[in-house]
């Protein structure tokens, strides 16, 4: 499938670092949504856009920041993070806006490694 | 807060056996949908419940959806090792903006 994409799919990085996750939907879609998955919370939401503006925040650490430039494209910057952010972290979209009856389009994620 | 939880965590079955995984929420759900995750893959939509009682098959998967439209489960006829993966249910958040997801059931399957 290549209808939402995300790079890098693989990224170490030290906790002084600054980097960012990209995520590109391909279907036309009008919501976009960042989740953090890992083995103690699986599919844990962070960040909605719907019409390129952020509808949700679930109490995300500031040193998460998301943007969202238009309806395509999103994104994930890192700084300071810590060990304990290491995890999968998934991008999806939703055609018709971000909306619970909206079937999620997942990225095949970034599977982000802090040291 | 609202919270859907699903059992069993981890299921493990012969191939050929069926398989059940039960979602349940603490609060009355407008609709719920299934996901399914192969092992070092992503969620991929399986189906969306809405009606109170609904019941719709794909395959040898069937769905359905509670009367109170507080609970829901997935069964598979005759599990094959393709049917591996984590199954997760979600329902909506009460603003209706999100989905919240369960845990999901990680079945694995031996030949």
């Known amino acids: 499938e290549t209808g939402v994409t995300q790079t890098p799919r693989h990224l170490v990085m030290g906790m002084t670092n600054k980097k960012s996750l990209k995520c590109e939907q391909h279907l036309g879609h009008n919501a976009m949504y960042w989740y953090k998955q890992s083995a103690k919370k699986p599919l844990e939401l962070m960040f909605v856009y719907n019409f390129k503006e952020q509808t949700e925040n679930n109490s995300v650490p500031s040193r998460f920041s998301p943007e969202c430039p238009n309806s395509s494209h999103l994104f994930l910057h890192l700084h300071t993070l810590q060990p304990e952010d290491s995890a999968l972290y998934l991008c999806?979209?939703?055609?018709?806006?971000?909306?619970?009856?909206?079937?999620?389009?997942f990225g095949p994620g970034t599977r982000l490694t802090v040291l | 807060g609202q919270q859907v939880m699903q059992i069993p965590q981890y299921q493990h079955v012969q191939e050929g056996e069926d398989f059940t995984t039960y979602c349940n929420s603490s609060t009355t759900l407008s609709n719920i949908q299934w996901y399914k995750q192969r092992p070092g893959g992503h969620p991929v939509f399986l189906i969306q419940?809405?009606?109170?009682?609904e019941v719709k098959k794909q395959k040898r998967l069937t769905f359905q959806f509670g009367e109170a439209k507080k609970n829901s489960s997935l069964h598979i006829t005759a599990t094959q090792t393709t049917d591996v993966g984590t199954y997760f249910c979600?329902?909506?958040?009460?603003?209706?903006?999100?989905?919240?997801f369960g845990k999901g059931t990680t079945l694995s399957v031996s030949s």
């Open positions: 419940l809405v009606k109170s009682g």
């Open positions: 979600a329902g909506v958040n009460q603003a209706g903006t999100a989905l919240i």
């Open positions: 999806a979209s939703s055609p018709r806006g971000a909306a619970g009856y909206n079937e999620q389009f």
